[in-house]
Nanobody
Framework: QVQLAESGGGSVQAGGSLRLSCGVS????????MGWFRQAPGKEREFVAA????????VYADSVKGRFTLSRDNVKKELYLQMNSAKPEDTAGYYC??????????????????WGRGTKVIVSS
């Protein structure tokens, strides 16, 4: 069973930076398509960014493009989300997701089978 564990959340002032990490354990030795989603209180979970298994294809939500950078280290089995120029509207629980069947990065949260428990990000103005 694949397990995902997020870390790196916390509080930051607007304009500041945070780096989220997601560690992958369990499952077969296989590279998964992975992504980050976020959910603010009272709102649906929304797409943030996703990356192909090789890392050569990355897609971003328009709201974070140019500010967030997604990367992965397949040797360490970790996924990273560098958040720069943070805005109060980035405040949310951030969730790591992975799927072994996807062949390309997907924006659709329903296509991901495995999910972490989330890490909270608070951006104050």
């Amino acid at each position: 069973q694949v397990q995902l564990a997020e870390s790196g959340g916390g509080s930051v002032q607007a304009g500041g930076s945070l780096r989220l990490s997601c560690g992958v354990s369990g499952g077969r030795s296989r590279i998964y398509v992975m992504g980050w989603f976020r959910q603010a209180p009272g709102k649906e979970r929304e797409f943030v960014a996703a990356i192909s298994g090789s890392g050569d294809s990355i897609v971003y939500a328009d709201s974070v493009k140019g500010r967030f950078t997604l990367s992965r280290d397949n040797v360490k089995k970790e996924l990273y989300l560098q958040m720069n120029s943070a805005k109060p509207e980035d405040t949310a629980g951030y969730y790591c997701a992975a799927d072994q069947s996807l062949v390309q990065a997907s924006r659709n949260r329903r296509e991901y089978k495995y999910w972490g428990r989330g890490t909270k990000v608070i951006v104050s103005s």
